[in-house]
Nanobody, 122 residues
């Protein structure tokens, strides 16, 4: 199973960005999916997460200017961020709780994408 993230880059303050992440491999089902970020010298933090049913939660720092969505048929999750600020600069990681089949049972594992750099600067 792999998670492939894309969509990072350099954005001016006030701009927008859409991050995407696709899960591939021998997937039985995907439960929660989300985005985390880690700024230089800081701990990794949750940005937004969404359940398989579409319920979302956001960090307070982004909740009024971000939207997380997912396409269960395509095993993808997206994060639309608007009104970007320099403090949003970080490496963004997608995360998914994925069930795989081993033998006759399903097991849930925590998978991470490779990270995509978002830089907000003029």
């Amino acid at each position: 199973v792999q998670l492939q993230a894309s969509g990072g880059g350099l954005v001016q303050p006030g701009g927008s960005l859409r991050l995407s992440c696709a899960a591939s491999g021998s997937i039985y089902s995907i439960n929660a999916m989300g985005w985390y970020r880690q700024a230089p010298g800081k701990r990794r933090e949750l940005v937004a997460a969404i359940t398989s049913g579409g319920s979302a939660n956001y960090a307070d720092s982004v909740k009024d200017r971000s939207t997380i969505s997912r396409d269960n048929a395509k095993n993808t999750v997206h994060l639309q961020m608007n009104s970007l600020k320099p403090e949003d600069t970080a490496v963004y990681y997608c995360n998914a709780h994925i069930e795989v089949v081993i033998g006759n049972d399903q097991y849930e594992y925590d998978y991470w994408g490779q990270g995509t750099l978002v830089t907000v600067s003029s």
